[in-house]
């Protein structure tokens, strides 16, 4: 699905080099979803940038052999001086979807009413949202990528997207970095944990929680 092969990722920051991957090489299965945990500063959602594409590494190379998604509900997708539904249309046809089946998909599920002929950049911040939730949602991937994002909204939105979501769970992957444990488990069957530019990969995922825990201790 995905391949790290000997990945280097780094930052400079005031003279200092922060390093978030020291040379990984790491293969993502295809039928497998894992959750991704570590300490606050440790590189988790550079890594989701990373799978989607949004950065580069500094090293190595990232090799992708399935329709990824960009991050979930990510609104750095759409471009701002548009209308939602010319962003719909337009990132549909890249994707090679049916546009009119994706608009109609985003408009009743994104419940953004006449704003939806409106510029992005005219949207609040929760109907961003709700617009980047549905779009990501409306396109057939095979992998999800989730940094902290399961749902948004209020407690109705949040159980629409939640089950919506767990349709598209049963033919796809995910790659989730969250700090709730509880969704990690829900959501995911291999745990991984960034620790020192290093990824540890567990078949199990409360191997990988113990991990966690002790390096938040």
Known sequence: ????????????????????????????????????????????????????????????????????SWPLGFAGVMHPLISGRENVKF??????????KVMSFVEDFAEVGAYMDAAVSTYSSGMMARLAF?????????CYLIDEVTAVGDAR??????EEFSRRRKKADIIMVSHSMSTITEY??????????????????????DLYKKLNA
């Open 91 to 100: 990132i549909a046809r890249v994707y090679g979807q049916d546009p009119r």
């Open 134 to 142: 549905g779009l990501s949602l409306a396109i057939d991937f095979e």
């Open 157 to 162: 939105f949040a159980a629409r997207c939640k």
């Open 1 to 68: 699905m995905i391949k790290l092969e000997n990945v280097f990722k780094y930052y400079r920051s005031s003279g200092h080099r922060k390093i978030v991957l020291n040379h990984v090489t790491l293969d993502f299965k295809p039928g497998r979803s894992y959750g991704v945990l570590g300490v606050n500063g440790a590189g988790k959602s550079t890594l989701i940038r990373l799978l989607a594409g949004n950065e580069l590494p500094n090293g190595g190379r990232i090799v992708r052999n399935a329709r990824i």
């Open 188 to 209: 995911c069957d291999h745990g991984i944990v960034l620790a020192g530019g290093q990824m540890h990969v567990f078949r199990n995922v409360d191997d990988a929680i």
